[in-house]
């Protein structure tokens, strides 16, 4: 069911993505196409909420579709962060369980290289929801926004060179990516494309590949603060549950994540092992078996 689901999802988004860049009008076709789409969408949606699959609230769902209809989360962006882990639930058939109070943050990691051609440019209020009036805008582009809601939303990108200035989100005005290291390029590189379920439809997103999320997670617990605690369980509960699941149904994708993982240099292969042995030991020894270490 949730197959059937993330085609009509991902159809009607990619129908969506054509429309909103388009300049003259949508023809009567095109709205009726439009609209059976989102009927369907609507009905499983219900239909796999009741079954228990992890839905996210209408405010947030307005917000993700808004950002995947002008690509910045599906095409020209990768989601990341918690948002990227709940997605696994249907990609993967998890049985995860959703804290809703949680979701007050969207990282995205913008594709440097991404182009806003044959996108109508749309203002970050639009993204936002609320009136372009409403929102004052510094004269250095900011990368950094929060809804009403009080939702947080940073747009970053791959460190390119030594430059730290701030590139333009594609197709968006007013709004622009922070550059960063800790090799985020290593997250982002084989993104999957999958759906974000609520009670009001789908979401379509690209988000890092399962393995790559787990195993960058494991390096970020090892790298953070001692004062981060609370981040660093949430890092290593996330890598724990994805490390179970891939071990036993695609060892291979976890075995080649964690060899480009270790290419990386000595410092985040080092800080690999150590995340790796505060596992608990279901996870460490399916992690162990996996990549044959």
């Not at 989102?38 to 839905?55: H, I, N, Q, S, T």
């Not at 409403?134 to 747009?155: A, C, H, M, W, Y």
């Not at 994708?253 to 596992?279: D, E, S």
């Amino acid at each position: 069911m949730f197959a059937r689901f993330c085609e009509i999802v991902l159809k009607r988004t990619m129908l969506a993505q054509r429309l909103h860049g388009r300049l003259s009008k949508i023809s009567r076709a095109e709205m009726t196409c439009l609209r059976k789409l989102r009927d369907d969408e609507l009905r499983f949606a219900k239909m796999l909420c009741r079954r228990g699959v992890p839905y996210l609230e209408a405010h947030v769902h307005e917000l993700l579709v808004r950002m995947s209809e002008t690509r910045l989360i599906y095409g020209n962006g990768t989601l990341i962060g918690s948002l990227a882990y709940y997605s696994y639930a249907g990609f993967l058939g998890m049985p995860l369980k959703m804290d809703r109070s949680m979701v007050h943050d969207i990282d995205v990691i913008i594709d440097p290289k991404a182009a806003g051609k044959g996108l109508k440019p749309v203002d970050i209020a639009y993204i936002l929801g609320c009136d372009e009036d409403e929102l004052e805008i510094p004269r250095k582009i900011p990368t950094s926004f929060q809804t009403v809601e009080g939702i947080i939303i940073d747009f970053l990108s791959t460190s390119q060179g030594m430059s730290r200035k701030a590139i333009p989100l594609p197709g968006v005005r007013r709004a622009g990516a922070c550059p960063i290291r800790f090799h985020y390029d290593y997250l982002v590189a084989c993104p999957v494309r999958t759906v974000l379920l609520s009670e009001r439809g789908g979401i379509a997103v690209q988000v890092p590949a399962p393995a790559r999320y787990a195993l960058h997670k494991l390096v970020s617990a090892a790298d953070r603060s001692p004062e981060k605690v609370a981040g660093s369980r949430k890092d290593l509960r996330h890598a724990a549950e994805l490390s179970v699941l891939l071990a036993s149904r695609d060892p291979k994708q976890l075995r080649r994540a964690w060899r480009a993982c270790c290419q990386h240099g000595g410092k985040w292969a080092g800080l690999l092992y150590k995340a790796a042995l505060r596992l608990p030991e279901k996870a460490r020894t399916a992690l162990k078996t996996a990549v044959h270490v």
